[in-house]
């Protein structure tokens, strides 16, 4: 088992940053790769960025440019950096961790981006 827990939501103006952490533990050997969703009310949960063991990364292209995604090994631990924040990236974000044959899952952190 992987256990993920998000912090680091909160409220910010439009054109604010934002550094989100997932802490993981347990059974972490193994993990190949790792990421952030998110989810706006009334819609679909939507990859945000991803990040493999590689360390080789990937964006949606909403977030290309504002967004980093990145990882401490020695912290077992996931960053997603938010720059130039805009309403639109409200939503509840989550990450996982694929650790075959299981995607795992955080409980979500809250973003709120006011206008």
């Known amino acids: 088992q992987v256990q993920l827990v998000e912090s680091g939501g909160g409220l910010v103006q439009a054109g604010g940053s934002l550094r989100l952490s997932c802490a993981a533990s347990?059974?972490?050997?193994?993990?190949?790769?790792m990421g952030w969703y998110r989810q706006a009310p009334g819609n679909q949960r939507e990859p945000v960025a991803t990040?493999?063991?590689?360390?080789?990364?990937n964006y949606a292209d909403s977030v290309k440019g504002r967004f980093t995604i990145s990882r401490d090994n020695a912290k077992n631990t996931l960053y997603l950096q938010m720059n130039a924040l805009k309403p639109e990236d409200t939503a509840v974000y989550y990450c996982?961790?694929?650790?075959?044959?299981?995607?795992?899952w955080g409980q979500g952190t809250q973003v709120t981006v006011s206008s």
């Open positions: 996982n961790a694929f650790r075959a044959p299981t995607l795992y």
């Open positions: 347990g059974s972490i050997v193994g993990i190949v790769a």
């Open positions: 990040i493999t063991s590689s360390g080789s990364t």
